[in-house]
T-cell receptor, first 110, second 113 residues
């Protein structure tokens, strides 16, 4: 079983739709959580950190459920520019060893 | 964008040849990492460095070695390339471990024939 699991998709949604991705992790010692975005043939870039209380950044909302060991990302009012692969990342406290999910691919269509 | 460059950006090499990939940063970050990315897998850590001459193995270190003689440079060497090492290699940097984000370089696409 992979340490970090994501639905690979693809998710194909129309512009303006709301879409949600989930990610589950197996290491209960995980302390830091992130969503990264990766465009085709580019490097991953941080989208947002995920805090225990949940956090929002514009159209993006991230939630953490420690009891069930999953993280979610909600994108509202999808834009064409949101088309990318979204990577879930978890890390144990002060650890070098960030664990990446394989990513969920999103395509937003006109 | 964080100042991270990787060279070469693309390389095709033959099985059994040595290959060295270079990562260069201008951010003066202490931590540097080498990952590989393959379809169906998340990025997997090969080696990392926590300072000049201080390196350690990651999840998939077999067949790879690294060196860091200066803060700004982190080299990844494939001693004898194999087809299973065909991948996209990303270098990353961070100010600290754990809670801080990692910034990634543009990647090197390596093909071993």
């Amino acid at each position: 079983r992979k340490e970090v699991e994501q639905d690979p998709g693809p998710f194909n949604v129309p512009e303006g739709a709301t879409v949600a991705f989930n990610c589950t992790y197996s290491n209960s010692a995980s302390q830091s959580f992130f969503w990264y975005r990766q465009d085709c043939r580019k490097e991953p870039k941080l989208l947002m950190s995920v805090y225990s209380s949940g956090n929002e950044d514009g159209r993006f909302t991230a939630q953490l459920n420690r009891a069930s060991q999953y993280i979610s990302l909600l994108i509202r009012d999808s834009k064409l520019s949101d088309s990318a692969t979204y990577l879930c990342v978890v890390n144990a406290y002060a650890s070098h060893d960030m664990r990446f999910g394989a990513g969920t691919r999103l395509t937003v269509k006109p | 964008d964080a100042g991270i460059t990787q060279s070469p950006r693309h390389k095709v090499t033959e099985t059994g040849t040595p290959v060295t990939l270079r990562c260069h940063q201008t951010e003066n970050h202490r931590y540097m990492y080498w990952y590989r990315q393959d379809p169906g897998h998340g990025l997997r850590l090969i080696h990392y460095s926590y300072g000049v001459k201080d390196t350690d193995k990651g999840e998939v270190s077999d067949g790879y070695s690294v060196s860091r003689s200066k803060t700004e440079d982190f080299l990844l060497t494939l001693e004898s390339a194999t087809s299973s090492q065909t991948s996209v290699y990303f270098c990353a940097i961070s100010e600290s471990q754990g809670a801080n984000e990692q910034y990634f370089g543009p990647g090197t696409r390596l093909t071993v024939t």
